[in-house]
């Protein structure tokens, strides 16, 4: 019997179905122990499967790519002390996708997946199209969880354009058809690493993302192209909170170079109204958080270190987006380098920089924020607020970024 808490049932809607006696079926592969297994693969289960069923998954290496259209549990298990589930096809296109997935979750809701290892490194994509994912989410809610994500790699990175939308590859791609939603995905305490472009992504009005304790792991600049370990963009909500993100340093590269494939942190790129940024530990990127327009934004309690080529939070108002009504407080950042005629060439090189520019902003406020040094403390707009920062090591504590409309003062040790 169908038990519901009654919703507009529809794909907007998060699944509230639960049913009475739903079945836990059980995979292994055939030679490998898996106690009461059921079926040899993981698609002839979801395929038997019914809303509410709890898919058990033993340890193994399944050359499966799978979606998932129905609300089910997919959950790897552990035998006789081994929990490790490796879910590795050679990628295809299925069913007319744009993107190439290990595993596609779409046009469904309440989708569970933890506890396994997606791997799409067996795939053939070169350039721009088709996409290529590890785990997406497409017009559909659920929840990714204490999983390992990798392998969103392009064997020729540099065949799809640095221009936007930045490249090819995203460990998870969250995203919806226009007009379409709500839906919600929450992206809690995995291990994500090994993408070209994007840690993860999410897209689209209509799309919510809780991404919350993943450590995101890139390489920064040495993939020849921009590198995002969380990328927000065209109307999509987040809530961004406690995760690690790691992505890497110019080394070698000019300070041009560098910041022409540079990576970034948390990018906020005409994010949805109400996003969050709150907690995160960002290390080693040419930009620790990078806002291109947004509306209601707050950045908060966020420590950021190590960051060379451009400044700790970089802030931008668009011609197609403004930057406003948006709080910035109580973010910790150190070590923005290097300490040089760049940084006053490029208008880069503080903990929290605001370009003056295209756009309006209005209503901002950059509270409480501390900076160790940098080149300066903080840039900021006239029509901005700025109180209460500390700001120790810096060569100029504060700039008003309006009244250098080329380059900063210059970078002259005292």
Not at 92 to 116: C, F, H, M, P, S
Not at 283 to 312: E, H, K, P, W, Y
């Amino acid at each position: 019997m169908l038990r519901m808490t009654y919703c507009w049932w529809a794909l907007s809607c998060l699944s509230a179905a639960v049913l009475q006696g739903a079945q836990t079926r059980i995979v292994g592969l055939p030679g490998v122990p898996c106690p009461n297994a059921q079926y040899t693969s993981i698609a002839a289960a979801v395929a038997a499967a019914s809303a509410g069923d709890v898919i058990d998954i033993c340890p193994g290496t399944y050359q499966e790519q799978l979606i998932i259209t129905k609300p089910i549990t997919l959950l790897g298990i552990e035998v006789n002390g081994v929990n490790r589930v490796l879910i590795q096809p050679t990628l295809k296109d299925l069913q007319g996708l744009a993107t190439e997935a290990a595993l596609t979750v779409t046009n469904t809701a309440g989708v569970t997946i933890r506890d396994l290892v997606i791997d799409a490194s067996h795939n053939t994509v070169t350039a721009c199209k088709p996409g290529l994912a590890a785990v997406r989410f497409l017009n559909a809610s659920g929840t990714l969880m204490n999983s390992v994500v990798m392998g969103a790699q392009l064997a020729n990175p540099l065949g799809c354009s640095t221009s936007f939308p930045y490249g090819n590859g995203a460990a998870v791609y969250v995203d919806n058809n226009p007009g379409t939603g709500p839906f919600q995905v929450s992206i809690q305490g995995n291990s994500i690493h090994d993408f070209t472009a994007y840690g993860v992504k999410a897209e689209g009005a209509g799309v919510t993302a809780n991404i919350t304790s993943n450590t995101i792991t890139g390489v920064g600049p040495a993939g020849g192209i921009f590198q995002f370990g969380v990328f927000v963009v065209n109307g999509a909500v987040a809530q961004i909170e406690t995760n690690i993100i790691t992505e890497g340093l110019c080394g070698s590269l000019s300070t041009t170079d560098c910041i022409n494939q540079r990576s970034e942190g948390v990018t906020l790129r005409a994010a949805g109204d109400g996003t969050v940024v709150d907690g995160n530990t960002i290390n080693s990127a040419q930009s620790g958080i990078f806002i291109n327009g947004a509306n209601n934004l707050r950045v908060s309690n966020n420590q950021i270190t190590n960051i060379d080529g451009m400044s700790g939070i970089d802030i931008q108002a668009t011609k197609s987006r403004d930057f406003t009504n948006s709080l910035i407080e109580h973010n910790t950042i150190t070590n923005v380098g290097p300490i040089d005629q760049e940084a006053s060439n490029n208008r880069e090189g503080c903990g929290i920089d605001e370009y003056s520019g295209a756009g309006t902003f209005l209503g901002n406020q950059i509270v409480a924020n501390t900076v160790n040094d940098a080149y300066c403390g903080v840039a900021h707009v006239t029509a901005n607020t700025v109180t209460d920062g500390s700001y120790f090591n810096t060569l100029y504590t504060e700039l008003n970024s309006d009244n250098y409309t080329t380059t900063f003062p210059a970078a002259v040790e005292p």
